[in-house]
C-alpha cells in the first residue's frame, strides 16, 4: 500500500480517536444537528464541542452549513456511518468472546 494513503486513512482513525468524537458521530448518524443541540445533548461545554467539530470538519468526515445565526452538521459520507456500524459489531464479537472465556473458567 502506498505510503501517503496510509498516512491519509491513519489521519482520519485518528480524527474519530476520540469519545467525544464518536459520540457526535452517534449522534449525527440520525441526521443534521446544530452545534447548540449538540453539546447540550453530550453534556460538553460548547468551546469543547467546536473544537471536536473543527477536528471532524478539517479531516472532511463532517459538513456544514449557516443557518442564520446557527451553525448545522451532518456526516458528509455515509461511510461514516458503516464504519461505527462495523465497530459496533466487532465490540459485540469481543464481548461475546470475552464472556465464552469466563464461562470457561467458571466451569472448571
Do not use: W
Request: proline content about 2%.
Amino acid at each position: 500500500m502506498n505510503e501517503k494513503i496510509s498516512e491519509l486513512k491513519s489521519d482520519i482513525f485518528k480524527a474519530i480517536a476520540h469519545p467525544t468524537r464518536i459520540r457526535i458521530l452517534e449522534l449525527l448518524k440520525d441526521g443534521e444537528a446544530c452545534v447548540c443541540d449538540i453539546f447540550e445533548e453530550l453534556n460538553v461545554e460548547q468551546a469543547n464541542t467546536s473544537q471536536h467539530l473543527a477536528v471532524l470538519k478539517k479531516q472532511d468526515i463532517l459538513q456544514s452549513r449557516k443557518e442564520g445565526l446557527r451553525v448545522i452538521y451532518s456526516i458528509k459520507y455515509p461511510e461514516i456511518i458503516e464504519l461505527l456500524e462495523v465497530m459496533d459489531k466487532i465490540l459485540v464479537k469481543q464481548a461475546n468472546e470475552t464472556l465464552q472465556t469466563f464461562r470457561g473458567i467458571t466451569a472448571k
